[in-house]
């Protein structure tokens, strides 16, 4: 793929300390690694934070990147580890209590479009997260089963289990119960 020798480039140059290599490689790989932490984290804010996060640790450590994996498997790794950095830290938070001040939703209905996007992201975290993170980088982020043990240091069978079990999960919180194993008795 041209876009791999042109990000080997760029990681060339960057590393040598040129800046509009790093920030050409991270507005080029910005929506992929904004996609992934908005899936995990659940919510805006988080992937934000996430995903800051991520590019920076990404620039920072441009130099420890020894081209055994793509960029692109390579920066999913480092984003996953900011994400799920970012939900240890978020569940160290306070939760608000009824007495806080309280914010008013606007009863206009949402367009199916969003409404689907809040269903799939509702029942996402409802998965857990090491079933999760492995069916987002499968089914979202679209990367094959080999890099995702690469990015989250498994084996790929246990990659394989761990994205058949969140997809179950997933398909309950969906309203879409598995079919039953049971055979019918004559």
């Given amino acids: ?11 060339g140059s960057a590393v040598a300390g040129d800046r509009t290599a790093v920030d050409t490689l991270l507005r080029r790989h910005y929506d992929r690694i904004w996609g992934l932490c908005r899936r995990l984290a659940g919510n805006d804010a988080d992937a934000q934070d996430a995903t800051q996060e991520a590019l920076i640790a990404i620039a920072r450590g441009l130099h420890r990147f020894d081209g055994r994996a793509t960029f692109t498997t390579w920066s999913y790794r480092v984003a996953t580890n ?99 194993t049971d055979r019918p008795t004559p």
């Fill in 1 to 11: 793929m041209v876009q791999f020798t042109d990000d080997q480039r760029l990681i």
């Fill in 82 to 180: 900011a994400c799920l950095d970012e939900l240890r830290r978020r569940a160290r938070r306070p939760i608000p209590s009824a007495t806080d001040e309280l914010v008013l939703v606007d009863p206009t209905p949402l367009p199916d479009q969003i409404t689907e996007r809040l269903d799939i992201d509702a029942a996402l975290a409802q998965v857990p997260e090491e079933f999760r993170v492995a069916v987002i980088l499968r089914d979202l982020c679209d990367i094959e089963y080999a890099d995702i043990g690469e990015v989250l240091n498994l084996p790929p069978g246990t990659v394989r289990s761990r994205i058949a079990r969140g997809r179950a999960h997933l398909a309950r919180h969906l309203g879409n119960p598995q079919p039953s």
